[in-house]
């Protein structure tokens, strides 16, 4: 072998190391510090404002780099890896350093994770001194975003600061063949959090039916048996909530309870530890999930569910402690003084929860995995826009609300912030704001709120003093899913939704829309349904029962068919009147269909009657002749008058229903997108958290040759309102410099 030509990589040489990404508070620097080792390196390694910085110095180097891309910590992410070359400096040794003060730029951290694999082992082995700790953690686990006050990502501003390590535990954090080798979260028994009570009598207060307030990660959640009607029915009137689903916790093994496909069991699993739509399965209380085919699951997130789950071999109601309307509790004090009435133990710890965050919530729509809800797990994570852009805000809708801050190329999305109907709920907003701009950095050139004047988030906005853009409600919806996607050129969209302010005024909430990134209007809606009583009418089906049957002709029929609601005559002639307020709302045609089928005919929360129709399909079958369009107005009247065919049934009504608008949208859609050109389609706005109508439509507008985009990043209803408000915001402020130039 011929010696005069050495490889590169046996000469010393110096290299700067930049890491950008998900890399702070995942055990990046201890990973490199382990790199440096194996490849006898110099240098060191520190987190600083744009995530982590190493300087390494040796004849390996090629190698480091080339093991650093193809291994990592497991909760990191790597955007970016850029290397400059530096003089030698013939240093020894390699050294973890100190973080460098945040600023702007500064990683805003991570999102908190599930218990792993390694730390579960040490939770159930007796001679591992962490064993049946509730609080084991390590470099690749447990709290984040929820412990963190701010950043940088340090042991003295989390929660953990109350903490001062015993000396097992501060060996281990100093020591680089240790798994918590600087874990900031390391605790044991003898120096960590500690529960207010045992796990045995917190397992047997629930074996014998009581309902138990615990506290989580991202704030309190009430359990109680899934499997004990009595449990579960105490649950419910207690806490007020008569029909609203349940969630339920499981520990190994799913059976009976929950029949999870493979890629469901997948997302169950996945560190995120979301709450995931799956099959009922057999063994549980009817009043968990009453009226649905499917019952949100999640598995152990933190040490204390799976000591519990091992304790009781059975199903698990976890559900958000809050009082109805206000957001989740985090306190301690908040939990004595208001759980009182519906606890019959409250459990807590001494680590504070610094940031709240509900449970997300998702399922699996057209083969993949869809938001309702995004919180732990995925907070503080950022959507990447695709390209860099001014910094503005979005305000979010009213409902379901999130806010969103854009930094550079990224999108932060704040965890659920809730309904914005209480004081407390809108200071919990107001404060997220505040963080989010303070923990980013960044000062905001535009802020985008919704078209409702009414709004709070309307009026907050107005309150900020910064130059303001009113969005259109199903405008943002479509370009949350355009934004995420990184379409840019001129596109279709459809938005279905319960209810959005209209540029007209009017209530919209099916509507066919085109739109070039910066602009969206409306080319098409769904035909008009009166809306008798406005606001009651999204609560109380039945009235749009009544509306429906006048919009075809039947409003003989309507004391007959809605006999038990008084007010059918008053409200029927109400109907009739041309003045009285219309909707082009997707979500009232499912309330609708829903009282003419007599599935619901009176809703206790929101989406209630829509859930429950699509809950007994089948097969969606369409109805030829079930609908027609005219001017680019689809109009389902005809689909409406089929459903109260006698003998039909509410199963095979309701896939009628569902196959019938699934093949009068892919129509209308269609042939617009054929006239037009075009074959990317944006969808939309909350029904598209339906699976039966998400499904169907996008398999149909396939077949016909379109290409349709889903939202996956952020919710399809209200919680990814922010979003696309961000996006239209950011366009229009880059559209204006673009002009300027
Ligand atoms: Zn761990
Ligand atoms: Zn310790």
């Known amino acids: 072998m011929p010696l005069d030509v050495a490889p590169r990589s046996t000469r010393p040489e110096r290299l700067r190391v930049r890491v950008q990404g998900a890399v702070q508070g995942v055990g990046f620097r201890p990973f490199v510090y382990g790199l440096a080792e194996r490849y006898q390196l110099s240098g060191f390694v520190l987190n600083d404002q744009n995530g982590v910085l190493a300087e390494i110095e040796g004849a390996l180097s090629e190698m480091f780099l080339s093991a650093l891309q193809r291994e990592r910590p497991v909760l990191a992410r790597i955007d970016e890896i850029t290397v400059t070359s530096l003089p030698v400096l013939g240093q020894q040794g390699f050294a973890i350093r100190d973080s460098l003060s945040a600023g702007p730029g500064a990683s805003v951290g991570v999102p908190d994770a599930a218990t792993c694999e390694s730390c579960l082992k040490d939770l159930f082995d007796p001679s591992s001194r962490f064993y049946l700790y509730p609080f084991v953690t390590c470099t690749d686990c447990g709290p984040r975003f929820t412990i963190t006050r701010h950043t940088p990502y340090d042991r003295a501003n989390t929660s953990m600061a ?36 045992p796990v045995d009598e917190i397992a047997a207060a629930l074996l014998e039916g009581r309902i138990v307030a615990l506290k989580g990660i991202g704030g309190f959640h009430l359990l109680c048996d899934a499997t004990t ?65 499917r019952v949100g699951v999640m598995l152990p997130s933190a040490p204390v569910h799976h000591l519990l789950c091992r304790a009781n071999s059975c199903a698990l109601v976890v559900t958000s ?56 797990g995925f907070t503080p994570e950022p959507i990447d826009l695709g390209e860099d852009g001014p910094s503005v805000i979005g305000m979010g809708a009213h409902l379901k609300t999130t806010i969103c801050v854009t930094r550079g190329r990224e999108a932060y999305v704040s965890q659920h912030l809730g309904d914005l109907n209480t004081a407390e709920t809108i200071r919990f907003y107001n404060y997220t704001l505040h ?72 209530a919209w909430g099916g509507e066919l829309m085109v739109g070039d990134g910066g602009n969206w209007h409306r080319v098409g809606h769904l035909r008009p349904l009166a809306v008798p009583g406005v606001e009651r009418a999204a609560r109380e089906p039945w009235r749009m029962g009544v509306a429906a049957l006048i919009a075809i002709g039947r409003g003989g029929e309507t004391a007959e068919r809605f006999s038990c609601h008084p007010l059918t005559a008053p409200l029927a002639k109400m109907s009739s009147n041309a003045a009285v307020p219309a909707t082009t709302s997707m979500g009232r045609l499912f309330d609708a269909a829903a009282a003419l089928l007599g599935v619901c005919e009176d809703q206790s929360y929101e989406g209630q009657a829509a859930m429950e129709l699509e809950a007994l399909v089948d097969c969606p079958e369409a109805l030829p002749g079930g609908f027609s369009i005219e001017q680019d107005m689809l109009d389902f009247r005809p689909l409406l008058g089929d459903l109260l065919q006698p003998g039909l049934g509410a199963q095979k009504g309701a896939s009628l229903f569902h196959g019938t608008l699934i093949a009068g ?25 339906n699976r039966i109508l998400a499904d169907g439509l996008t398999q149909a507008l396939r077949q016909r040759g379109l290409n349709p985009w889903l939202p996956r990043l952020v919710p399809a209803n209200d919680g990814g309102i922010s979003l696309g408000q961000a996006a239209l915001a950011r366009a229009h402020l880059m559209a204006r410099r673009q002009e300027r130039t």
Not at 447 to 463: F, G, M, N
């Open 321 to 376: 402690a809050n009082i109805a309307g206000e957001p989740l509790i985090i306190d301690n004090d908040a939990a004595m003084n208001q759980l009182g009435a519906i606890a019959d133990l409250i459990v807590t710890h001494d680590r504070s929860i610094l940031r709240r965050a509900d449970d997300s919530v998702m399922t699996m729509i057209d083969r993949a995995p869809a938001f309702i809800r995004r919180g732990r």
């Open 162 to 197: 109350a903490f001062k390590r015993c000396e097992r535990c501060a060996a281990d954090y100093g020591d680089p063949s240790s798994r918590r080798f600087h874990a900031e979260t390391i605790a044991c028994a003898a120096c960590g959090p500690r529960l207010s009570h």
């Open 229 to 293: 009607e009595d449990a579960v029915r105490i649950l419910r009137q207690r806490k007020h909530r008569p029909a609203r689903p349940f969630a339920i916790m499981v520990g190994s093994g799913f059976w009976p309870f929950a029949r999870p496909t493979e890629a469901e069991r997948t997302l169950l699993q996945s560190s995120a530890r979301p709450i995931v739509l799956v099959r009922k399965g057999s063994g549980l209380a009817g009043s968990v999930a009453p009226g649905l085919s």
């Open 665 to 689: 949208l892919t129509d209308w859609i269609g042939r617009y997108a054929e006239q037009r050109g075009k074959t990317d389609i944006v969808l939309g706005g909350g029904c598209f958290m």
């Open 435 to 506: 963080r989010m701009l303070a923990d980013l950095g960044v000062e905001p050139q535009l802020v985008a709120c919704d078209l409702h004047p009414d709004y709070r988030t309307t009026r907050i906005a107005e309150s900020l003093g910064l130059p303001l853009l009113r969005v259109q409600h199903h405008a943002a919806h479509l370009a949350a899913v355009a934004a995420e996607h990184h379409l840019g050129q001129e596109l279709i969209g459809v938005a279905l939704d319960g209810y959005g302010y209209g540029s007209d005024g009017a």
